[in-house]
């Protein structure tokens, strides 16, 4: 039986969490505080290795508002995953997203809900960057300095589906389910919003609420550097696609290995030699890069990373060992320059090992289907590791 709530004003607050058992009960009593006129249920998509589960479930039973936990013990996607999640398991068809951290105040909540219910847009954004909103919660000037720079350059590469939308990193908005299509989302990391904008194949209907993005009411940022990498492979993935995301890597070790051949035999080193070790270092850094920018996401279902960097790092050389003997024969017998030589080699090797690592390095393990009980719910069958628990007082 569908248990989707159609009322109005009901909505179904789902909060990613990571780490985060000291704000739950702060959380949960400011949302109750704020919605007591909408019909609302709470969904924790929970990924945490501290007491944040038990914290939930102990602050559910006191709660006014129906409470469910979603616990995952094989996360996968990120924060954006544990969304995409959140919204296929929950009961209403409008799902508003927030951090758990208090960040985004719970007393919001009832502002995008009936500006959603309203306008019947397709997503209601709180912005960090309209009207009278804020991003004083950030915690210092450089934080607010990235997050203001990777908004422009994130804006300025989809100017016409982020028209609408001034704060396309923001975590805290409400969508329509019935108007976006989940199933062409590809999460990974913790820009979500901008995966749900930048996937639909047309232009939503969006609405913006200015807020003031508050300070952590406890614990610690999650931001990082890793993030950071995550959200620049994130943004070339959604504007580039993989064949310019392996070109753009392909490039930065391109430029090194021309750079090192040129110093090396500026040093006196022979050609050969310096090109050999040139290579050697650009094929450790391309691999690295590869894996965290362009295949991440194949590699979730590919052979170990042992075996895809042995692959890589054997093509890699038989493909450079080629490539240095047609350039040292263009070098010696034509009278070229080694360093453009080298780059206009580099340039023709480019489509062969990207079809190399497309297709084999990360080319998806077989595996037999598994078979499963009839009776498993389906959030069992999306992430293969437990279902969401009602924990509500009821």
Not at 50 to 68: F, H, L, M, N, Y
Not at 78 to 106: C, K, N
Not at 282 to 293: G, K
């Amino acid at each position: 039986m569908d248990e989707r709530v159609q009322a109005r004003d009901a909505v179904t607050v789902v909060v990613p969490t990571f780490d985060e058992a000291g704000n739950i009960e702060e959380l949960v009593r400011r949302i109750e505080a704020a919605t007591a006129a909408l019909d609302v249920e709470v969904l924790f998509v929970d990924d945490s290795r501290d007491r944040t589960p038990q914290v939930i479930e102990r602050v559910a039973g006191e709660s006014g508002v129906p409470v469910r936990l979603l616990h995952r013990e094989i996360p996968s996607g990120g924060l954006g995953g544990a969304v995409l999640e959140g919204v296929r398991a929950a009961r209403t068809d409008l799902v508003l997203v927030m951090d758990g951290d208090l960040q985004h105040p719970p007393a919001m909540i009832p502002v995008l809900t009936r500006t959603a219910s309203e306008s019947g847009a397709d997503l209601v954004v709180a912005s960090r960057y309209t009207g009278t909103g804020d991003p004083e919660g950030l915690a210092n000037g450089i934080r607010r300095l990235v997050s203001s720079a990777s908004t422009i350059l994130t804006r300025a590469m989809f100017p016409a589906k982020l028209r609408a939308c001034t704060d396309p990193m923001t975590g805290f908005f409400v969508l329509n389910r019935r108007q976006v299509d989940l199933d062409d989302l590809a999460p990974r990391g913790f820009k979500i919003l901008l995966e749900i904008i930048a996937r639909q194949p047309r232009r939503l209907h969006i609405v913006e609420e200015p807020f003031v993005f508050g300070h952590r009411f406890a614990g610690e940022s999650k931001a990082s550097l890793r993030q950071g990498l995550d959200f620049l492979g994130q943004l070339l993935a959604l504007r580039f696609g993989k064949l310019s995301g392996f070109a753009l890597v392909g490039a930065l070790g391109a430029v090194l290995n021309v750079l090192l051949v040129a110093a090396l035999t500026a040093g006196h080193v022979h050609h050969v030699p310096a090109q050999w070790l040139a290579a050697e270092l650009t094929i450790l850094l391309n691999f690295a890069l590869q894996e965290r920018l362009v295949f991440r996401d194949l590699a979730r279902h590919a052979r170990p990373r042992l075996r895809r960097f042995v692959a890589s790092f054997t093509f890699n050389n038989v493909e450079a060992l080629v490539r240095i003997a047609v350039v040292s024969v263009l070098v010696t017998h034509a009278g070229l320059h080694v360093a453009p030589t080298t780059a206009v080699a580099l340039a023709l090797a480019f489509l062969v090992r990207f079809a190399f690592h497309s297709l084999v390095v990360y080319a998806p393990r077989r595996r037999p289907a598994p078979t499963l009980p009839a009776s498993v719910d389906r959030i069992t069958r999306v992430q293969g590791v437990g279902a969401a628990r009602d924990l509500s007082a009821r």
